[in-house]
């Protein structure tokens, strides 16, 4: 008799969740014609069958969202299973990421992407500590790259669900810099916002490709730039983009080309984190405003 309570409370809470999605994909859709002002836009910028054709692929894609989801979370998680989140092989998929720097701020410190030569993502520009004399800015050397918000259903900003896999995988060739891997999660409030997990690659220059693993539990937790002193577990479930960055002394052209990027399961890392000072730093959890893709 226990048991068949247990089952029935299991599939309302299920119902319960599925229900919340929809209205949460009713809301989003009444916002996809809002303006910022909360103005209704003329039916006149609204071609009737486009509006059919974008509701017809959103309804496909959030099911398929759903089948992924239940797919990782019943997935046999053996060590063999991985998910490639991107093989730069095309433009198409290097133009998924963008360049930033100190550049924006007023430096003079520069980079771009490109598709190079051998089919893979290439990453070249400039270092230049010189601080801009604004009266502000004391420190400059900044360059990075990221990728753009992932789209989820209905026109949403969406994150991964990373959790069947704890191990980034990442093939690529450096200069002999020292660059960081990032990941940002989706985060609520203006504090923890710049909230940025990070880890060191250091790449040995030369003609030979390299492939870093990196373990979730090992990535450090910074804010704008500087070390937390206390970090917390990787939410591996509601990441919002990753990247890299290249933040040195030493001023000069860099070079980095990255083949792939994947997520893997090993378990030799059962760690949820490899720190001391491991440790609640929010305290408070409000879930998220974005969609899982």
Not at 95 to 123: E, I, P, T, Y
Not at 186 to 202: K, N, S
Not at 259 to 275: G, L, P, V
């Amino acid at each position: 008799m226990s048991r068949k309570i247990e089952l029935d409370f299991q599939v309302w809470m299920r119902l319960r969740t599925f229900f919340y999605k929809l209205l949460d994909l009713q809301i989003s859709w009444v916002h996809r014609f809002m303006k910022s002002e909360g103005m209704i836009e003329e039916s006149s910028t609204h071609v009737p069958g486009e509006e059919i054709e974008r509701l017809k692929f959103s309804v496909k894609q959030w099911l398929y969202e759903q089948k992924t989801h239940l797919s990782n979370e019943y997935r046999n998680q053996s060590h063999q299973e991985s998910l490639t989140l991107f093989k730069f092989d095309s433009a198409d998929v290097v133009r998924q990421w963008v360049s930033m720097g100190d550049g924006d701020m007023g430096g003079k410190s520069n980079s771009k992407l490109a598709l190079g030569a051998n089919k893979k993502l290439l990453w070249t520009g400039n270092v230049s500590t010189a601080v801009p004399r604004d009266g502000i800015t004391f420190q400059s050397g900044y360059v990075g790259i990221r990728s753009r918000l992932f789209m989820a259903s209905f026109y949403r900003d969406g994150v991964l669900d990373l959790k069947p896999w704890n191990v980034i995988e990442i093939r690529l060739r450096g200069d002999g810099r020292r660059y960081h891997f990032n990941l940002q999660i989706d985060e609520q409030f203006d504090a923890t916002y710049e909230d940025l997990y990070f880890h060191p690659i250091f790449t040995r220059g030369g003609p030979y490709w390299e492939v870093v693993q990196i373990p979730f539990s090992h990535l450090v937790l910074s804010n704008k730039g500087m070390i937390c002193r206390q970090t917390t577990a990787v939410d591996r479930s509601m990441v919002r983009n990753i990247g890299f960055s290249l933040v040195e002394h030493f001023e000069g052209p860099f070079r980095l080309e990255v083949d792939y990027i994947k997520f893997i399961t090993d378990d030799a890392h059962r760690q949820a984190c490899a720190y001391e000072f491991a440790g609640s730093t929010h305290g408070m959890d409000w879930g998220s405003k974005y969609g899982k893709v």
